[in-house]
């Protein structure tokens, strides 16, 4: 299943491809899903990460919570599981 990230606060720019090139340097990005408004299909500045493993998980969130990726603070943390 992976490990999953959720990180907040994205400029509404950041596309799927840059988010997952941004995260890959830590670990295997399995998946990176890029949340839009449903009705305008704009990003809502939040982005849905699954790693491969949880200590590759671990790494990406110790190095980029708290960054500035373009021009905003960006947020990292472990996503909630929903199931």
Avoid: C
């Avoid at 090139?21 to 305008?40: H, I, Q, Y």
């Avoid at 809502?44 to 990726?69: C, P, Q, W, Y």
Wanted: proline share 4%; net charge positive; aromatic share 10%.
């Amino acid at each position: 299943m992976g490990f999953q990230l959720f990180v907040s606060r994205l400029s509404s720019y950041t596309t799927n491809h840059e988010f997952k090139s941004l995260f890959s340097p830590f670990g295997v990005v399995k998946e990176a899903r890029l949340v839009v408004n449903p009705t305008t299909q704009k990003p809502k500045g939040l982005v849905l990460l699954r790693f491969e493993s949880e200590t590759d998980a671990h790494k990406a969130l110790e190095a980029m919570n708290g960054r500035i990726v373009n021009g905003r603070l960006i947020f990292v943390e472990v996503a909630k599981n929903t199931e």
